[in-house]
């Protein structure tokens, strides 16, 4: 049962953020059903997308509002992925929203064998560098296993965004907006990556990289 709460203005526009990014990721394909989940950071506390919602139809007055010791303060109940976006915002004090979505590709390469755990898609181009950087694999684990906070926890320290094995991406941004645009990112790479699986492949070298890290002040 929904809990009715009172926003300021600058957290009822995220809220209307969160509604129009999620209608545009799930009408464009990037997110199907009731899966993925979209969080928002906010001076007291985080909005996320409520349990078994699609991101297609969510209503502004019925996201989920938590603070910072995973309880609900209002809305509807949360996504039982809450654990990880809450994981991630504690290891990362500059994300201010965080994407997780199930899309084709992403998924498809978190299923693969032979990936390198540490860095599972290759540099292929400047801009999966630029928005994604290094592209951690985490082990499965089955879905709401509390375990797998602590698993992205680790990594949330160094990546700012984490790839869940047989599962998906979890992706962080300094806004909502960035944070769905490198969403999208990693899934047209992984989409490249997919492609050219029998093709010999030129990923950008340490050079390239560290100019790209010089040119953009990248963190990576």
Known sequence: MSTAIHTKPEEARQREQIVEFGRSLFERGLTAGSSGNLSVR???GWLLTPTNASLGRLDPARLSKLDWDGRLIGGEAPSKEAFLHRAMYQQRSGAGAIVHLHSTHSAAVSCMCGLNHA???PPLTPYFVMKIGRLPLVPYHRPGDPALAGAIGTLARKHSAVLLANHG???SGSTLEAAVYAAEELEET???F????DVPTRPLDAQQIDELKSAFGLDI
């Open 190 to 192: 992984a989409k490249l």
């Open 42 to 44: 906010l001076d007291n």
């Open 169 to 171: 991406p979890v992706v």
């Open 119 to 121: 860095d599972c898609i």
């Open 194 to 197: 997919l492609l050219l699986r």
